[in-house]
């Protein structure tokens, strides 16, 4: 029996729909940031899940009428893990004639040494494969690293720093390593994750899965993605919202001294301020002590 013309031609016009949608908003994301710049390398780190395959599908299109003239070449970490279908991203990148590499480095043997069985890995797993990622960039003159984080990747690290760190901080769309030598984007940021599975699967990507995180179930950030999950559906538009609010930040509304001079706040010229050891102690401003 033969599809229905009117249900494929809809289908179609979705999809046109949700990939304009993602291409406007990752080139939104890359100008509100400045994350491409002319002649720039960019190493899209290419896992061979859904986000990265998204975010390569995305940064390709763009290219071809990109305001300023970059390279890329997706790149990706074997981590020999058992069974892991090592042939899938080799062809499928040779298919399209996208350029790439494939470092190998048994990161995955590490890891399962070192974490005692049931305990989460991805702390000392992402350590591990962010090294070998900045080495393989640094030997390779690639000037941006793109990683596939997208807006509720963003927005649940924000509450896992909340609730279990006690700092407000999430994953910024563009950051520098802490040794200067290595420049980050994120060119999903502004992009939903049901978006992106959506165009995953409509594009048919070979989705490879992750054996070492995707099957620790009682991981905080699983937690955490229930939330928020659970809120969108009582409160829907709510993730926008907050998402929204990381890029609305009063600092003189929060409580960060190193953001904001409260202390210099309504203080008078030439008046003296007492120290934290002269209030605990008792002391007056001068010090002296009745």
Same mark, same amino acid.
């Given at each position: ?68 003239? *970059?390279? &890329? @070449?997706?790149? !990706? +970490?074997?981590?020999? $893990? ?10 499928? #990148? ?110 048919? *990507?070979? &989705? @490879?899965?992750? !054996? +070492?995180?995707?099957? $620790? ?10 939330? #928020? ?62």
């Amino acid at each position: 029996m033969s599809a229905n013309p009117d249900a494929t031609r809809k289908q179609s016009y979705e999809a046109g729909k949700l990939a304009k949608r993602l291409r406007r908003q990752v080139g939104q994301a890359i100008a509100d940031y400045a994350m491409i710049e002319d002649g720039d390398k960019v190493m899209v780190c290419l896992s061979g899940g859904k986000d990265s395959y998204t975010m390569l599908d995305i940064l390709l299109s763009l290219q071809a009428k990109a305001p300023v003239r *970059f390279e &890329i @070449i997706a790149v !990706n +970490l074997d981590q020999k $893990q058992p069974d892991f279908p090592e042939h899938i991203l080799p062809e499928y #990148l040779s298919e399209r004639g996208i350029p790439f590499h494939i470092i190998e480095q048994d990161t995955y043997s590490v890891v399962t040494r070192v974490i005692p069985q049931g305990k989460t890995m991805c702390s000392l797993c992402s350590r591990m494969r962010r090294g070998a990622l900045y080495q393989w960039a640094a030997d390779n003159g690639v000037t941006k690293i793109a990683l596939g984080h997208h807006r509720d990747d963003i927005l649940g690290t924000f509450f896992l720093n909340m609730f279990y760190q006690g700092s407000l901080k999430a994953m910024p769309p563009k950051l520098q390593s802490d040794d200067g030598k290595h420049v980050v984007i994120r060119p999903l940021a502004y992009c939903r994750e049901d978006d992106i599975a959506e165009y995953a699967e409509a594009r048919a *990507f070979p &989705i @490879i899965p992750c !054996n +070492l995180c995707g099957s $620790q179930e009682n991981m905080q950030r699983k937690v955490v993605k229930r939330m #928020l999950a659970d809120w969108e559906k009582s409160h829907p538009g709510r993730s926008e919202t907050m998402f929204r609010a990381l890029g609305n930040i009063a600092p003189s509304q929060l409580m960060d001294r190193n953001l904001f001079d409260f202390a210099g706040l309504g203080a008078r010229e030439g008046a003296v301020r007492a120290d934290t050891h002269a209030w605990l102690g008792g002391n007056d401003a001068s010090g002296d002590n009745d």
